[in-house]
């Protein structure tokens, strides 16, 4: 248990839906981070928060949408999605903003999801 | 920028065999080097880092060393169990954080 904890584990969707994935940090730290697994892929950041604003986006398409209403919650809202994003996301926190060295970052189970 | 290149998966080996999950880096600094394990329905954990070049990483058997002459951080155990299987990340931080794609290692018992 990292303290980080992300809902739903597993979420399958039509490319219709509307759905979120909710994450929750349990370490009072202030930065939370948004992460897309592919398969034989590089972890893909896609999101940072610090201090609950916005200070990354790396040209993730807008069918993704992420919110951070407190410094222990952040969501990704997704909408209209394509098979291709199909993917492990996962989402982790650190006590301070980036940059910040890896060891400092705490990550979540994941929320596998398949988009069909 | 800074980026990790991993030894493609999946590795499948026997209880006690000898595991080695290779790792190049690009850098326009000195980055500091890390593996990270990630379990069957967990997240990453940090599994050892190293700082500098020479610095050796170890924890739970496994080891890495930061080798600046060929920009690698191979990860070595001598004898694996059936639960270090798991899917391993080399990661690496210069001015920002990058990861490798994972290599799956299964341990047979």
């Known amino acids: 248990e990292t303290g980080v904890t992300q809902t739903p584990r597993h979420l399958v969707m039509g490319m219709t839906n509307k759905k979120s994935l909710k994450c929750e940090q349990h370490l009072g730290h202030n930065a939370m981070y948004w992460y897309k697994q592919s398969a034989k892929k590089p972890l893909e950041l896609m999101f940072v928060?610090?201090?609950?604003?916005?200070?990354e986006n790396n040209s993730v398409p807008s069918r993704f949408s992420p919110e951070c209403p407190n410094s222990s919650h952040l969501f990704l809202h997704l909408h209209t999605l394509q098979p291709e994003d199909s993917a492990l996301y996962l989402c982790?926190?650190?006590?301070?903003?980036?940059?910040?060295?890896?060891?400092?970052?705490?990550f979540g189970s994941g929320t596998q999801l398949s988009v069909l | 920028g800074n980026s990790v290149t991993q030894m493609e998966g999946p590795v499948t080996l026997s209880e006690e065999a000898f595991l080695t999950i290779n790792c190049t880096y690009t850098a326009t600094g000195y980055p500091s080097l890390f593996w990270y394990v990630q379990y069957p329905g967990e997240g990453l954990q940090l599994l050892l880092k190293?700082?500098?070049?020479?610095d050796k990483g170890s924890n739970k058997g496994f080891e890495a060393t930061y080798r600046k002459e060929t920009t690698s951080f191979h990860l070595e155990k001598g004898s694996v169990q059936v639960s270090d299987s798991a899917v391993y990340f080399c990661?690496?931080?210069?001015?920002?954080?990058?990861f490798g794609a994972g290599t799956t290692v299964t341990v047979r018992a």
């Open positions: 982790a926190s650190s006590q301070d903003g980036p940059p910040v060295t890896n060891e400092k970052l705490f």
């Open positions: 190293a700082t500098k070049a020479d």
């Open positions: 990661a690496s931080n210069d001015y920002k954080l990058s």
């Open positions: 928060y610090s201090l609950e604003e916005r200070v």
